[in-house]
């Protein structure tokens, strides 16, 4: 079927270290890929996406890269903040069809 | 700000109640969903609507039902309470033809059923 399988949480990492959250997803379709991050009492955000094999989405100093040969869609910063504490989500999204499919997510906590 | 709006934060009911919980959106969005959140499940997909009036079952519908009499408004219903529906619930809305946008959340309701 159609899954994303996220590294499991929770991640604590110190100020300015480097992050990596590991997400592969079942190379059924031609799916989309996102990563979304909840803060503390909100809702889920839209961090970033891809649409296609070898895209890499980025914002607020986050990126991942679309690797179908590896069906991955792994998540990094290269030096993170207090700020970026928060659970993170990769979802997929196959092509013709509007649902999301979450995967568990990953609590994060940086630590000053 | 565009924004999808959840009428309560938290929610306390009782076994066996009928709950109503209700979602708006402000961006002319076709699309509304209602997933539930649980520690170490992630997000799960429980009914979405692709246009008024219209629903789909998601991959836990039991229990649940819901109405989209207006574009903007999606409710969830509970019929009948269980304690094993204790969650906190999203709503989200997206476009129907830009799916590369993804969905906008909802802040979240958290519901105990006691």
């Known amino acids: 079927g159609n899954s994303v399988t996220q590294m499991e949480g929770p991640v604590t990492l110190s100020e300015e270290a480097f992050l990596t959250i590991n997400c592969t997803y079942t190379?059924?379709?031609?799916?989309?890929l996102f990563w979304y991050v909840q803060y503390p009492g909100e809702g889920l955000q839209l961090l970033l996406k891809?649409?296609?094999?070898?895209d890499k989405g980025s914002n607020k100093g986050f990126e991942a890269t679309y690797r179908k040969e590896t069906t991955s869609f792994h998540l990094e910063k290269g030096s993170v903040q207090v700020s970026d504490s928060a659970v993170y989500f990769c979802?997929?999204?196959?092509?013709?069809?509007?649902?999301?499919?979450f995967g568990t997510g990953t609590r994060l906590t940086i630590i000053p | 700000d565009v924004k999808v709006t959840q009428s309560s934060r938290y929610l306390v009911k009782r076994t066996g109640e009928k709950v109503f919980l209700e979602c708006v959106q402000d961006?002319?969005?076709?699309?509304m969903f209602w997933y539930r959140q649980d520690p170490g499940l992630g997000l799960r997909l429980i009914y979405f609507?692709?246009?008024?009036?219209?629903?789909e079952k998601g991959d836990i519908p039991e229990g649940y039902s819901v109405s989209r009499e207006k574009k903007e408004r999606f409710s969830l219903i509970l019929e009948s309470a269980s304690t094993n529906q204790t969650s906190m619930y999203l709503c989200?809305?997206?476009?129907?033809?830009?799916?590369?946008?993804?969905?906008?959340f909802g802040s979240g309701t958290r519901l105990t059923v006691v």
């Open positions: 979802a997929r999204m196959n092509f013709g069809n509007e649902k999301l499919t």
């Open positions: 609507s692709y246009d008024v009036k219209m629903k």
């Open positions: 891809a649409t296609k094999a070898d």
């Open positions: 961006m002319d969005h076709e699309n």
């Open positions: 989200a809305s997206s476009f129907s033809d830009r799916v590369e946008y993804g969905y906008t």
């Open positions: 190379a059924t379709g031609y799916p989309s």
